[in-house]
């Protein structure tokens, strides 16, 4: 990385991380790394992950792309959790269901592995669009009885949307487990800041940045929240089921453009950028914490990893 691209304001690296139980996945441009704290010290693997749009050009560009960025990223986040799970002391693992047994004895291990993979990515994204989606449009629905404004409904949905998601989130800081996990999602952030600073990559170089960064997936989602409001106040129905039915098409359409503004204000460092980032920021108070220091050793090592030989390659 040349000292002119370090010094640029609107330098930014294609890196991106995401919290594991007990460890860090880091994606960079040509590979991604897991890297698993164990008793025995940091556990690293390291893979070159194979994306659909890479086949598809199609699916990789701009507002087509939001949407399938976020679908691979739940499978690959998925896998590195299920990594992550089978690295923790057999006490601490959880022991497979009789639905396991049976899929893995009828189809193969290998095989099942992925199938239950694709199983959980397919029910993680149901419940998503069930709790985020479906469910404040069919309580939005009650406001039909109040007034026939479809504006008001749209914006009561919204906030209703909002209001379920952040709710959900307070709730999952209440978990012990998962505060570690937020723990680790701050020392990724704080790595990868310390990094896109030209700064080495050390302990006391990395505590030092801060825990909330522009390009979060939460952010991402707190983002699709808001767009929502504005897209599907284009699209009103009287009927709650058509509405329902309309949220999830547009559904695509509400990512594309929420993952184009999330790229876009990583990007830049301007007021713009910095008004499309605050509400990302601002929720992130709940989905990270300061971590200590072997968490932050842990996000360093899986950053290494990752960062490109040839220069300028980490670059948008």
């Given at each position: 990385?040349?000292?002119k ?25 040509t ?43 739940m ?68 406001v ?33 487990d ?84 999330n790229?876009?204000?990583?990007r ?49």
């Amino acid at each position: 990385m040349s000292k002119k691209k370090k010094a640029a304001e609107d330098f930014r690296t294609s890196i991106g991380g995401q919290a594991l139980i007990e460890g860090i996945l880091m994606r960079g441009p040509t590979k991604q790394s897991i890297v698993v704290c164990t008793a025995d010290g940091l556990v690293p693997k390291v893979e070159e992950p194979h994306f659909i749009r890479e086949r598809y050009k199609i699916l990789g560009w701009p507002l087509i792309r939001g949407a399938v960025v976020f679908i691979e990223s739940m499978v690959y986040g998925v896998k590195a959790l299920t990594y992550s799970a089978s690295m923790l002391p057999e006490e601490e693992q959880d022991q497979p269901s009789k639905f396991d047994k049976w899929v893995e004895k009828k189809v193969g291990a290998e095989k099942a592995e992925k199938l239950l993979i694709n199983f959980a990515v397919f029910l993680g994204i149901c419940l998503s669009v069930g709790l985020f989606v479906l469910l404040p449009t069919l309580l939005a629905g009650f406001v039909t009885d109040l007034t026939e404004s479809s504006v008001l409904r749209n914006l009561t949905e919204g906030l209703i949307r909002i209001a379920i998601f952040l709710l959900y989130m307070y709730f999952c800081t209440k978990s012990s487990d998962l505060r570690r996990v937020f723990s680790y999602h701050g020392a990724e952030h704080k790595a990868i800041f310390c990094y896109e600073k030209g700064l080495p990559l050390t302990v006391e170089n990395v505590r030092i940045h801060s825990r909330f960064h522009p390009r979060c997936g939460t952010s991402f989602l707190f983002v699709v929240m808001i767009i929502s409001i504005l897209v599907f106040s284009f699209v009103s129905w009287s009927n709650v089921w058509i509405r329902m039915g309309m949220r999830i098409l547009l559904l695509p359409v509400v990512m594309g453009i929420a993952y184009e503004i999330n790229r876009w204000a990583g990007r830049h460092d301007n007021w713009l950028s910095a008004v499309l980032s605050a509400p990302g920021k601002a929720l992130q108070r709940l989905t990270t914490a300061e971590p200590d220091d072997g968490m932050i050793e842990c996000s360093i090592e899986a950053l290494k990893l990752v960062i490109p030989e040839e220069e300028g390659l980490d670059t948008w």
